[in-house]
């Protein structure tokens, strides 16, 4: 029963990742300025991002979650990074995502930490 809890959960999270677009980014991202735009010299660059939606589908790619699980939200990281490079997706026509978000995406997503888990899973298998 657990398990069709966690099927459903992961499934929510891969639509709500599926409908993510440039219009609607600000709602998946939590931004922190840095102190030097505080001062007044900010940039798009000087952003923190934190992607939420991103850290939360990494937690599912443990090689203890059941295949299903770990696979559904390897899936959508890999869809979230897609969206986030602006590679295409399903409307090539879409508008993309400003380059100081793409930048602050990046930053979050490359944290070594981050990495680690989408590396570890692949190598423990």
Known sequence: EAENLLNGYVSF???????????TANLFLVEESSASSQSGTSSSSDWDVEFPLYTRALQFTSPDRADPVRLSALAMCLDLLRWAAGSGGETD???????????????????????????STRCTR
């Open 93 to 119: 026509d879409a508008e993309t995502l400003p380059q100081g978000e793409r930048i602050g995406i990046a930053r979050h997503v490359c944290h070594p930490s981050r990495i680690h888990s989408v590396v």
């Open 13 to 23: 999270l891969k639509g709500m990742a599926s409908r993510i677009d440039a219009e």
